[in-house]
C-alpha cells in the first residue's frame, strides 16, 4: 500500500501510529481505599511514585465537593521506576500499598492530617535458607518412612 503524498494517507498514518503508544497517554493509575464505607480514590504517578487521593466531601449548601490529598511524607517522587498501586481485600482499609514493580519494594499509603502519607519503601526478606538435609537413617532405627 502506498501512502503517497494524501493528506487521507497521512492522516490514516498518524491515527494508527498513535494507537502505538497508549503508556504515553496515561501516565497515573487510580485505586479505591479497600474500606467499604470511603470513597477514596488513590493515584500514583507510574514513573516517580508519587502518590495523591481525593474523595467526595459534603458541603452544605452544595451538591458536595470533591476533597483531594496532596503527597506528604514519603507519597512524593522516589527513584524512577515502574509503580502501581494495589488495595488489599481487608474491608476496613482505608489504606493501599505502592508498589515499584521493577524493584519489588513495597510501602504502605494511607490519609493522614490531611495529606498522603507512606511509609519507607521495603523489600520483603530474602526467603530463609533451606533446611538441611535430613539426616540419613541407619536400618532399625524406626525412623525411616519406608517403614509401616
Known amino acids: 500500500m502506498r501512502l503517497g503524498g494524501s493528506a487521507a494517507g497521512v492522516s490514516a498514518f498518524l ?8 503508556a ?5 493509575d487510580f485505586v479505591p481505599a ?3 464505607d470511603l470513597n477514596r480514590i488513590y493515584r500514583i504517578d507510574r514513573i516517580t511514585g508519587e502518590v495523591s487521593s481525593c474523595q467526595y466531601g459534603l458541603q452544605e449548601g452544595t451538591i458536595g465537593v470533591t476533597l483531594c490529598f496532596t503527597a506528604g511524607e514519603g507519597a512524593g517522587p522516589q527513584v524512577p521506576g515502574e509503580y502501581g498501586l494495589v488495595a488489599s481485600r481487608h474491608e ?20 493522614f492530617d490531611e495529606r498522603v502519607v507512606c511509609t519507607p519503601q521495603a523489600t520483603p526478606s530474602p526467603a530463609a535458607p533451606a533446611p538441611a538435609a535430613t539426616p540419613s537413617v541407619r536400618p ?9
Open 92 to 111: 476496613r482499609e482505608g489504606g493501599v500499598f505502592r508498589v515499584n514493580y521493577r524493584t519489588g519494594e513495597m510501602s504502605i499509603c494511607y490519609v
Open 24 to 28: 504515553l497517554a496515561a501516565p497515573y
Open 15 to 22: 491515527v494508527l501510529g498513535s494507537l502505538s503508544f497508549p
Open 140 to 148: 532399625g532405627t524406626g525412623a525411616s518412612p519406608q517403614r509401616p
Open 34 to 36: 479497600p474500606q467499604t
